[in-house]
């Protein structure tokens, strides 16, 4: 057998010191990529991690791996150009919710929607940490930061939402303290063909402490938050006596043993979207898992098919062939 | 009958109609029809920013002009000899470019009382004395396609769409050009629907007949094949074409796949189109979401081993802006092409300027040096864009290659290179096995690529500032470092560029300094007044950064310096500043529209006078 097997999530660490304040979810992130992407039997010179500006962005910057530290918010658009570039490639994007969904919004939305071969992790953190504490696009209604000094005014996206509405083939939530939890949700983005989009709820130990304790802290976590498993029906609470049930566009709760059974097996993404709408739903546990995962034609595989097809039809082009084209004449 | 056959050296011909009246494709066969007769030849089209501007209106004008020659030209020419109007807003809006006692022949079908409200219009310039001094050749060419076509069973609005072809025929008979490259052409366009092909065919051979058989003209012209075309293979090229095939020359030669990321913007779409439909040379071609995507995904594209290319014009080079800089930092090639229009802002986008040199050169954060050639002509983009490749490559840097739209949207004969004589591009790549450090760079200052996929290699690059190992560093002197070494790696393209050879003789004491398109127009006026015995020199500058060396040198033999240009002075701006004991002038012009000849020669001649 090649090495491959026997990558080792610290033959993915770089030589540079991390950087993180002591305590930050990103440390949970980083271990369980690595410990990830070491288990998938892909090259290691095969990944790039590609990130915009923040501080999940430095990441790629521990990992030994090719790397682009880029610019506020167009990771997604460079990615796009290095698995165009090569499909070979095991491209990851590293962003936050200022980078991924304000300043690089657009550029999320249309790689989701041509569905290229990219693992985004988005780092939610609700608040602008490296700028230091300004609200972010997922910050909530009435937080104080220092730039909403009274209480932010600004509607906050669902960035499931946003990921589902703008087509998504795979969308999926987890927890940085869940590092289990975290570690199947990637692999299974990892496997995925096409864009997996997945959000990371994770704690600024610095400017927004706390932001997520009551889904996430050990303490909150099995009563408040649905584990979504494919095939399982969506159980949850400390003595796994609750359930979701789905009701015509509705998510109640209900006892266990009437739980709807959570399923990936449909092309829609009215079920995902159902599910997240939990989210806003004072009383209701938040869902976590892999909310949708479909097979749908992949942009870069589409990109080269094309070539390969006009290669195979017009046979490959010269420089003959483009420079003398057209009606040409001869001046003797 | 047989009519008297007048030869003529060059003859200037302007199209003009409603936009939706088929003007471009009526003079686009018109030049390929005359480049097969062996004429020299420029064009330049002149159309709307609006797709269709309400009918008949001034507004909604298009235009297509084109110069042709049994000499060498270098211009779409100045002053129109015949002027073809369609209608009467077409009429009133060109017919005071005409060249005194020049023929116009218009469409009297189309000059109905409506037609004339619609160009506000109160009398008929047909018949109010507005054009005494031309020379009017009258022809209903509505009422004529109608007869002809009276038994086709297309639509009446679609047999009056066949008139420019019409039109067309007259022409040809009187330019003495063959019919059958546009037969061919017109089976081939529409070979789905024949009957469209038949119809404009009849109307093509109808109009030629016309020409023929009644007394509308004294006699007809002839222009000789070009004396003064070099032996070889030519075709007619349209500069945003001729930018297409020269990027994917550039990235052929370099041993590359080129990779465009791009997003539609008026002047520069075409080469998105064009390098779209190269699927088979294994060119990669990414409509992204909005301008700064497109050139980041040719960022991306570059890191991982293909050439990267984004093209845009003035607005959508300001959004690339901070995306220039990662690519100065991260030592990528790239090559930017900006196709200029008339700005700022939305500005004029379908006409031309040349006021983007200041924001090629200077334009970004920091200290961010970059490469910035111009072409000049249609077949000189073909060269600029293959030496904006070498440059990319061979430094590892982006640059910036500036055309405009009147490059964009002319044509003129190309003479095709041999292509075992283009010369090889050189690229520095790391290899597997060798010990690799990002920002090792060598004798030239320039470092190493290493795409993902190579073992061994694995690296991280990014917008912060980094040491030699490519690990991320904020000590002061490193920075100041990494900004001199950036900045002597682009200065040291000087060593691989010749100094630029002035025309004119020993005793001329004045010196014309042309770059990007005025050079035609320039080259035109000084050449003529040298004819005409005066002594001017003409220096076309293709490098704008670096300059090349030995420019003072030739700037020092000058009395007087003028450069003309199509903004407020930009170039002037430059050379004063990198030549500080030399005086530059200006003669400057900012209007949307090219220089001419005739203007540059009265400017120049008024010079010599203070001289």
Avoid at chain 2, 525 to 531: D, F, R, Y
Wanted: charged share 20%; aromatic share 8%.
């Amino acid at each position: 057998m090649s090495d491959l097997n026997v990558l080792k999530p610290k033959d993915l660490k770089s030589d540079q010191e991390v950087r993180w304040c002591p305590g930050c979810g990103d440390y949970a992130i980083l271990n369980s990529v690595q410990k990830t992407l070491a288990g998938m039997g892909i090259p290691k010179e095969n990944m790039v991690m590609v990130s915009g500006i923040g501080c999940s962005s430095r990441f790629p910057y521990y990992m030994d791996t090719y790397g682009f530290h880029s610019i506020h918010g167009r990771a997604n658009a460079i990615a796009t150009g290095v698995k165009s570039a090569n499909p070979d490639l095991s491209v990851w994007i590293i962003t936050g919710d200022g980078d991924g969904l304000s300043i690089g919004g657009n550029h999320m939305i249309h790689s989701l929607r041509r569905n290229v071969d990219l693992k985004i992790i988005l780092f939610n953190n609700r608040i602008y940490g490296l700028t230091k504490g300004q609200y972010s696009p997922t910050t909530p209604i009435g937080t104080r930061t220092k730039t909403s000094p009274v209480g932010s005014v600004d509607r906050p996206f669902n960035p499931i939402q946003l990921a589902l509405g703008a087509g998504a083939s795979f969308v999926a939530r987890t927890i940085d303290t869940k590092p289990k939890h975290m570690a199947s949700v990637l692999e299974a983005a990892a496997a995925h063909k096409g864009s997996a989009f997945v959000e990371v709820l994770q704690n600024c130990v610095i400017f927004n402490d706390g932001a997520w304790d009551q889904w996430t802290s050990k303490a909150n976590r099995d009563e408040n938050t649905v584990e979504l498993v494919d095939g399982q029906p969506m159980i949850y609470g400390k003595d796994k006596d609750k359930g979701i049930s789905f009701d015509s566009c509705h998510a109640n709760t209900v006892s266990a043993d009437e739980a709807s059974v959570w399923t990936l097996e449909h092309n829609s993404p009215v079920p995902a979207f159902v599910a997240s709408q939990l989210d806003h739903m004072p009383g209701l546990p938040i869902p976590i898992g892999v909310m949708r995962a479909n097979d749908e034609p992949v942009y870069d595989e589409d990109v080269h098919a094309q070539i390969a097809q006009e290669i195979e039809k017009n046979g490959k082009g010269t420089l003959k062939d483009i420079i003398y084209a057209g009606d040409t004449w001869v001046v003797k | 009958m047989t009519k008297e056959v007048i030869r003529q050296e060059d003859v200037v011909i302007r199209f003009a109609g409603d936009s939706g009246d088929g003007m471009q494709i009526t003079g686009g066969q018109f030049s390929d029809s005359t480049a097969k007769v062996g004429n020299d030849l420029a064009t330049f089209p002149d159309y709307p920013s609006e797709i269709r501007a309400p009918a008949g209106t001034r507004a909604g004008v298009s235009g297509f002009q084109i110069h042709f020659s049994a000499s060498d030209i270098y211009t779409p020419g100045d002053a129109p000899d015949v002027l073809v109007a369609m209608n009467p807003a077409a009429l009133i809006v060109n017919y005071k470019d005409l060249k005194q006692g020049g023929t116009i022949i218009a469409n009297t079908g189309s000059f109905t009382e409506r037609d004339l409200a619609k160009a506000k219009l109160d009398s008929n310039p047909l018949e109010d004395g507005t054009l005494d001094g031309y020379r009017v050749v009258p022809v209903d060419i509505n009422q004529r396609v109608l007869e002809i076509l009276k038994d086709s069973e297309l639509s009446k609005k679609a047999i009056l769409r066949c008139k420019n072809f019409y039109t067309l025929g007259m022409m040809y008979w009187l330019y003495s050009r063959p019919l059958e490259s546009t037969i061919t052409w017109l089976d081939s366009k529409f070979a789905s629907k024949p009957e469209i092909a038949d119809a404009n065919k009849k109307a093509l051979q109808a109009g030629f007949n016309l020409a023929e058989t009644l007394e509308l003209f004294q006699g007809r012209f002839r222009v000789d094949a070009c004396r003064d075309l070099e032996p070889g293979t030519y075709r007619n090229i349209i500069g945003n074409e001729a930018i297409a095939v020269g990027l994917a020359t550039g990235a052929e030669l370099a041993g590359l796949k080129p990779l465009l990321g791009s997003y539609p913007i008026t002047p520069a779409t075409d080469i998105l189109q064009y390098l779209s439909a190269m699927k088979n040379f294994d060119v990669v071609t990414l409509q992204m979401e909005d301008e700064i995507a497109g050139i980041c995904s040719a960022i991306g594209g570059s890191y991982a081993g293909r050439l990267g290319i984004t093209t845009t014009s003035g607005p959508g080079m300001a959004l690339k802006t901070e995306a220039l800089g990662l690519a100065v930092i991260t030592e990528l090639p790239l090559v930017i092409v900006n196709v200029q229009r008339a700005g700022p802002s939305t500005g004029l986008p379908t006409k031309v300027e040349q006021s983007d040199l200041l924001q090629s050169i200077f334009g970004r954060n920091g200290e961010a040096p970059i490469p910035v050639i111009a072409c000049a002509t249609p077949g000189d983009a073909f060269e600029c864009t293959v030496e904006a490749c070498r440059i990319a490559v061979e430094f590892m840097t982006p640059v910036i290659l500036l055309s405009d739209n009147y490059i964009a949207n002319g044509t003129e004969p190309w003479k095709l290179p041999i292509i075992e004589d283009l010369p090889k591009i050189n690229t520095y790549i790391a290899k597997e096995g060798e010990e690799y450090l990002p920002y090792k760079r060598d004798e030239r200052l320039v470092r190493k690529w290493a795409a993902p996929g190579v073992k061994g290699l694995e690296h991280r690059i990014g917008g912060l500032e980094k040491d030699e190992r490519g690990g991320v560093s904020h000590d002061p002197e490193n920075h100041e470092l990494m900004s001199h070494l950036r900045e002597d790696k682009i200065m040291g393209i000087r060593e691989t560029i010749p100094t630029p050879q002035p025309t004119g003789d020993e005793n001329s004491k004045l010196l014309i300094i042309s770059w990007g398109s005025p050079y035609g127009a320039i080259r035109s006026a000084t050449e003529q007044m040298n004819l005409e015995g005066s002594n001017i020199t003409h220096l076309h500058l293709r490098h704008l950064w670096p300059m090349p060396h030995g420019l003072q040198e030739i700037f020092e033999k000058y009395d007087r310096i003028v450069i003309p240009e199509m903004n407020l002075g930009q170039l002037r701006k430059v050379l004063t500043m990198c030549y500080p004991s030399i005086k530059f002038e200006s003669y400057t012009k900012i209007q949307g529209k090219p220089f001419t000849a005739y203007q540059l020669k009265a400017r120049f001649a008024e010079i010599l006078e203070e001289m």
